[in-house]
Protein backbone atom coordinates (compact mmCIF):
# COMPACT_ATOMS: atom_id res chain seq x y z
CA UNK A 1 0.00 0.00 0.00
CA UNK A 2 1.82 3.43 -1.49
CA UNK A 3 -0.80 5.61 0.71
CA UNK A 4 0.00 9.10 -0.74
CA UNK A 5 2.80 9.86 -3.32
CA UNK A 6 3.92 12.71 -4.48
CA UNK A 7 6.24 13.94 -7.60
CA UNK A 8 8.82 15.15 -7.36
CA UNK A 9 10.79 15.75 -4.43
CA UNK A 10 12.94 18.37 -5.25
CA UNK A 11 12.47 21.02 -8.29
CA UNK A 12 13.81 24.53 -9.37
CA UNK A 13 11.89 26.40 -11.48
CA UNK A 14 12.86 29.70 -12.78
CA UNK A 15 10.32 32.72 -12.81
CA UNK A 16 7.65 32.39 -15.11
CA UNK A 17 7.74 28.89 -15.94
CA UNK A 18 4.89 26.41 -15.18
CA UNK A 19 4.75 23.34 -13.97
CA UNK A 20 2.48 20.67 -12.25
CA UNK A 21 3.17 18.74 -8.64
CA UNK A 22 1.75 15.17 -8.70
CA UNK A 23 -0.24 13.48 -6.02
CA UNK A 24 -1.36 10.56 -6.11
CA UNK A 25 -2.91 7.98 -4.02
CA UNK A 26 -4.28 4.19 -3.89
CA UNK A 27 -6.74 4.34 -0.76
CA UNK A 28 -9.67 5.41 -2.40
CA UNK A 29 -9.75 8.42 -0.29
CA UNK A 30 -12.77 10.80 -1.39
CA UNK A 31 -11.12 13.64 0.29
CA UNK A 32 -7.77 15.37 -1.42
CA UNK A 33 -6.13 18.49 -0.15
CA UNK A 34 -2.94 20.80 -1.11
CA UNK A 35 -1.00 22.59 1.72
CA UNK A 36 2.16 24.87 1.43
CA UNK A 37 4.18 25.19 4.44
CA UNK A 38 6.86 28.32 5.11
CA UNK A 39 8.43 28.94 7.82
CA UNK A 40 6.99 30.95 10.54
CA UNK A 41 3.41 30.25 8.90
CA UNK A 42 2.70 26.78 9.40
CA UNK A 43 0.83 24.57 7.26
CA UNK A 44 -1.78 26.62 4.74
CA UNK A 45 -4.46 25.44 2.13
CA UNK A 46 -4.28 26.00 -1.13
CA UNK A 47 -7.02 23.51 -2.85
CA UNK A 48 -8.99 21.04 -1.98
CA UNK A 49 -11.41 18.43 -3.04
CA UNK A 50 -14.11 16.25 -1.87
CA UNK A 51 -14.39 13.85 -4.82
CA UNK A 52 -13.52 13.42 -8.92
CA UNK A 53 -15.09 16.29 -10.72
CA UNK A 54 -15.06 18.50 -7.44
CA UNK A 55 -12.89 21.27 -6.39
CA UNK A 56 -12.13 24.55 -4.29
CA UNK A 57 -10.39 27.13 -3.13
CA UNK A 58 -8.55 26.83 0.15
CA UNK A 59 -6.98 30.17 2.12
CA UNK A 60 -3.95 30.94 -0.43
CA UNK A 61 -5.46 29.91 -4.21
CA UNK A 62 -3.73 32.68 -6.11
CA UNK A 63 -1.07 31.08 -8.52
CA UNK A 64 -2.77 27.39 -8.45
CA UNK A 65 -4.60 25.47 -10.14
CA UNK A 66 -5.96 22.23 -9.67
CA UNK A 67 -8.20 19.58 -11.02
CA UNK A 68 -9.82 16.26 -10.15
CA UNK A 69 -10.77 13.92 -13.02
CA UNK A 70 -10.19 10.45 -11.31
CA UNK A 71 -10.26 10.10 -7.44
CA UNK A 72 -7.01 8.76 -6.91
CA UNK A 73 -5.16 12.03 -8.81
CA UNK A 74 -5.13 15.43 -7.62
CA UNK A 75 -2.56 17.56 -9.53
CA UNK A 76 -1.51 21.01 -8.28
CA UNK A 77 -0.32 23.48 -11.58
CA UNK A 78 1.34 26.79 -11.03
CA UNK A 79 0.89 28.72 -13.99
CA UNK A 80 3.42 30.86 -14.11
CA UNK A 81 6.30 30.37 -11.39
CA UNK A 82 6.99 33.20 -8.67
CA UNK A 83 9.80 33.57 -6.38
CA UNK A 84 6.68 33.97 -3.58
CA UNK A 85 5.72 30.03 -4.69
CA UNK A 86 9.23 28.49 -2.68
CA UNK A 87 8.09 26.39 -0.58
CA UNK A 88 7.34 22.49 0.50
CA UNK A 89 3.86 21.84 -0.78
CA UNK A 90 1.90 18.64 0.91
CA UNK A 91 -0.71 17.03 -0.38
CA UNK A 92 -3.14 14.88 2.09
CA UNK A 93 -6.37 12.65 1.95
CA UNK A 94 -9.08 11.22 4.04
CA UNK A 95 -11.54 9.10 3.74
CA UNK A 96 -15.21 10.82 3.64
CA UNK A 97 -15.90 9.34 6.86
CA UNK A 98 -14.97 12.04 9.34
CA UNK A 99 -13.82 9.38 12.18
CA UNK A 100 -10.89 8.99 9.81
CA UNK A 101 -7.76 10.96 9.93
CA UNK A 102 -6.11 12.15 6.86
CA UNK A 103 -2.44 10.88 5.42
CA UNK A 104 0.14 13.04 3.96
CA UNK A 105 2.57 12.64 1.63
CA UNK A 106 6.25 13.17 1.74
CA UNK A 107 6.31 16.42 0.27
CA UNK A 108 7.77 18.75 -3.02
CA UNK A 109 10.51 21.20 -1.90
CA UNK A 110 9.63 24.08 -4.38
CA UNK A 111 12.75 26.24 -5.25
CA UNK A 112 11.52 29.23 -7.72
CA UNK A 113 14.35 31.74 -8.84
CA UNK B 1 -13.38 30.64 11.28
CA UNK B 2 -11.23 28.41 12.82
CA UNK B 3 -7.92 28.67 14.59
CA UNK B 4 -5.40 26.60 16.00
CA UNK B 5 -2.54 27.30 18.20
CA UNK B 6 0.13 26.07 19.81
CA UNK B 7 2.36 26.87 23.17
CA UNK B 8 5.47 27.02 23.36
CA UNK B 9 6.87 27.27 20.32
CA UNK B 10 10.03 25.75 20.79
CA UNK B 11 10.86 23.67 23.85
CA UNK B 12 13.93 22.18 25.23
CA UNK B 13 14.27 19.88 27.76
CA UNK B 14 16.57 17.10 29.34
CA UNK B 15 16.38 13.69 28.29
CA UNK B 16 13.82 11.61 30.27
CA UNK B 17 11.73 14.21 31.28
CA UNK B 18 8.03 13.80 30.87
CA UNK B 19 6.57 17.04 29.31
CA UNK B 20 3.44 18.47 27.56
CA UNK B 21 2.51 20.68 24.30
CA UNK B 22 -0.29 22.47 23.84
CA UNK B 23 -3.05 23.23 21.75
CA UNK B 24 -6.00 24.79 21.48
CA UNK B 25 -8.58 25.40 19.09
CA UNK B 26 -11.49 28.60 18.81
CA UNK B 27 -14.11 26.56 17.47
CA UNK B 28 -15.53 23.33 19.63
CA UNK B 29 -17.38 22.09 16.88
CA UNK B 30 -14.98 19.67 15.86
CA UNK B 31 -14.92 15.70 14.69
CA UNK B 32 -11.31 15.41 15.65
CA UNK B 33 -7.72 16.29 16.53
CA UNK B 34 -4.70 14.98 15.05
CA UNK B 35 -1.36 15.03 16.47
CA UNK B 36 1.57 14.84 13.63
CA UNK B 37 5.33 14.68 14.20
CA UNK B 38 7.33 15.88 11.66
CA UNK B 39 11.58 15.74 11.67
CA UNK B 40 13.49 18.50 9.81
CA UNK B 41 13.07 18.33 5.73
CA UNK B 42 10.45 15.47 5.93
CA UNK B 43 6.97 15.18 5.57
CA UNK B 44 4.25 15.02 8.75
CA UNK B 45 3.91 11.50 10.50
CA UNK B 46 0.69 11.00 12.27
CA UNK B 47 1.09 9.93 15.85
CA UNK B 48 -2.58 10.00 17.42
CA UNK B 49 -6.67 11.07 16.20
CA UNK B 50 -8.62 11.57 19.05
CA UNK B 51 -12.17 11.82 18.26
CA UNK B 52 -14.60 14.12 19.78
CA UNK B 53 -16.37 12.20 21.50
CA UNK B 54 -12.92 11.27 23.12
CA UNK B 55 -11.30 12.00 26.31
CA UNK B 56 -7.64 10.58 25.92
CA UNK B 57 -5.94 8.24 23.51
CA UNK B 58 -2.69 6.48 23.80
CA UNK B 59 0.20 4.69 21.81
CA UNK B 60 3.44 4.00 23.87
CA UNK B 61 4.71 6.70 25.58
CA UNK B 62 2.61 9.07 23.86
CA UNK B 63 -0.55 10.06 25.39
CA UNK B 64 -2.89 12.81 23.85
CA UNK B 65 -6.43 14.45 25.64
CA UNK B 66 -8.73 16.77 24.36
CA UNK B 67 -11.48 18.89 26.04
CA UNK B 68 -13.72 19.83 23.58
CA UNK B 69 -15.80 22.45 25.53
CA UNK B 70 -12.96 24.48 26.52
CA UNK B 71 -11.03 23.85 22.83
CA UNK B 72 -7.95 22.35 24.35
CA UNK B 73 -5.78 19.61 23.55
CA UNK B 74 -2.13 17.88 24.62
CA UNK B 75 -0.06 15.87 24.08
CA UNK B 76 2.11 13.95 26.92
CA UNK B 77 5.61 12.61 26.26
CA UNK B 78 6.72 10.44 28.81
CA UNK B 79 10.27 9.39 29.36
CA UNK B 80 11.25 12.01 26.79
CA UNK B 81 14.32 10.89 24.51
CA UNK B 82 17.00 12.77 22.12
CA UNK B 83 14.60 10.63 19.01
CA UNK B 84 11.82 12.64 20.13
CA UNK B 85 13.48 15.98 18.89
CA UNK B 86 11.12 16.72 16.17
CA UNK B 87 8.52 19.72 15.42
CA UNK B 88 4.68 18.44 16.44
CA UNK B 89 1.81 19.89 15.02
CA UNK B 90 -1.89 19.44 15.97
CA UNK B 91 -4.73 20.04 13.09
CA UNK B 92 -8.76 19.78 13.93
CA UNK B 93 -10.89 18.28 11.75
CA UNK B 94 -14.84 20.45 12.15
CA UNK B 95 -18.13 20.66 11.05
CA UNK B 96 -18.17 24.22 9.74
CA UNK B 97 -15.81 22.36 6.57
CA UNK B 98 -18.00 19.28 6.93
CA UNK B 99 -14.82 17.42 7.46
CA UNK B 100 -12.90 18.40 3.82
CA UNK B 101 -9.89 19.56 5.24
CA UNK B 102 -8.03 20.34 8.14
CA UNK B 103 -6.52 23.57 10.31
CA UNK B 104 -3.24 23.07 11.86
CA UNK B 105 -1.51 24.88 14.31
CA UNK B 106 2.20 25.99 13.84
CA UNK B 107 3.51 23.57 15.57
CA UNK B 108 6.01 23.22 18.71
CA UNK B 109 9.58 22.16 18.01
CA UNK B 110 11.01 20.14 20.77
CA UNK B 111 14.75 19.40 21.45
CA UNK B 112 15.28 16.77 23.92
CA UNK B 113 19.10 16.98 25.22
CA UNK B 114 20.93 14.30 25.71
Known amino acids: NAGVTQTPKFQVLKTGQSMTLQCAQDMNHEYMSWYRQDPGMGLRLIHYSVGAGITDQGEVPNGYNVSRSTTEDFPLRLLSAAPSQTSVYFC????????????FGSGTRLTVV | KQEVTQIPAALSVPEGENLVLNCSFTDSAIYNLQWFRQDPGKGLTSLLLIQSSQREQTSGRLNASLDKSSGRSTLYIAASQPGDSATYLCAVRDRETSGSRLTFGEGTQLTVNP
Open chain 1, 92 to 103: ASSPRQVNYGYT
